[in-house]
């Protein structure tokens, strides 16, 4: 499947219940036409990930999803020896007598020793098509793996010393999400097409949890949204994403609310809230100002 139009990818991702703006769309669809990674930056919970996953679903490609974190090296993202399965082998040739050093060296670091991991499986072959790599939170990594990522994404090519180097027959579509713990580096960044995926507006929002929990009423989500846009004008630790407001939803359905009240509020704001201080800071008389506020500014259905 290929999109001839922006209104084509809107679409597509609308069949995989991912409500996507306008310009969103034009940078995927930028990215997709023109071969370019896309660098999606935001707050966490604002759909990031999930892009990834619905255009993924859309076009009928396998999703690789490399995770970020403090201390990725370039072996634990692109590949390592599988030691313990080597040393079995070691002490079975030694057992039996089998085949001499050269050979055995040659055996131990060949592909069946090799355990790909999501960088260098990205590049191998796919009857499906190219897949779509996900590069999660690179924002969690340190310069050293910037580096050695500016050049895999420069040539979609990696090299293993025992092996030679692997180059990817059809580039993958490559998707990077930060979520602004630290600046990364310009020079990523230039490779890449950018795009600042902010919270929804209020009309969105709720477009996206009528996707996402369709069960609930009209008048709750309404709610829903409006308290949390108002959560977020607060001076919060950690602002509810996306993924918070559909979580609390599901968590009101599982509830049998039919609206909400500061009882219902207090209840359950761990759906919502992931930080004590927080949750400190809006329970009582605060929740019951913002959800008057928010009733406020609702226009009737």
């Known amino acids: ?30 990215s997709l036409k023109l071969g370019r990674p896309l660098f999606l930056e935001g707050e966490a919970g604002t759909g990031k990930t999930e892009i990834a996953k619905a255009i993924a679903s859309a076009l009928g490609r396998d999703l690789i999803r490399l995770q970020c974190y403090e201390g990725l090296d370039a072996a634990s993202a692109v590949y390592e020896w599988n030691f313990a399965e080597q040393m079995i082998a070691i002490r079975t040739a030694e057992a039996t007598g089998g085949a001499d050093r050269k050979d055995l060296k040659s055996e131990l670091f060949s592909s069946d020793y090799l355990i ?25 990594t340190d310069e050293p793996f910037e580096a050695f990522l500016l050049e895999a994404l420069s040539d979609f090519q990696v090299t293993i010393p025992e092996l030679g180097t692997i180059k990817a027959p059809e580039p993958p579509i490559v998707i990077l999400t ?37 069960e609930a009423q009209e008048t709750l989500s309404r709610e829903v949204v409006a308290f949390v846009q108002k959560l977020r004008t607060e001076d919060l630790f950690k602002k509810p994403g996306v993924a918070e407001t559909i979580d ?38 605060e929740a019951q100002r913002l959800l008057k506020e928010a009733r406020a500014e609702l226009a009737p259905v």
């Open 1 to 30: 499947m290929n999109f001839q139009s922006i209104d084509d990818v809107q679409s597509a991702l609308a069949a995989e219940n991912y409500v996507c703006g306008r310009s969103l769309a034009t940078v995927m669809f930028l």
């Open 116 to 140: 790909e991991r999501p960088l260098l499986q990205a590049m191998r072959p796919n009857p499906k098509g190219a897949p779509v790599l996900l590069i999660d939170e690179i924002d969690r």
């Open 178 to 214: 930060s979520n602004r713990t630290r600046e990364v580096h310009d020079a990523l960044k230039r490779r890449c097409l950018y795009h600042w995926v902010d919270y929804p507006t209020f009309d969105r929002e709720l477009e996206i949890l009528a996707a996402k929990a369709p």
């Open 248 to 285: 609390w939803a599901k968590c009101l359905l599982a509830l049998d609310v039919i609206d909400l009240s500061p009882e219902v509020i207090a209840d359950t704001l761990g759906a919502i809230l992931k930080y004590q201080d927080d949750i400190a800071r809006i329970e009582g008389s």
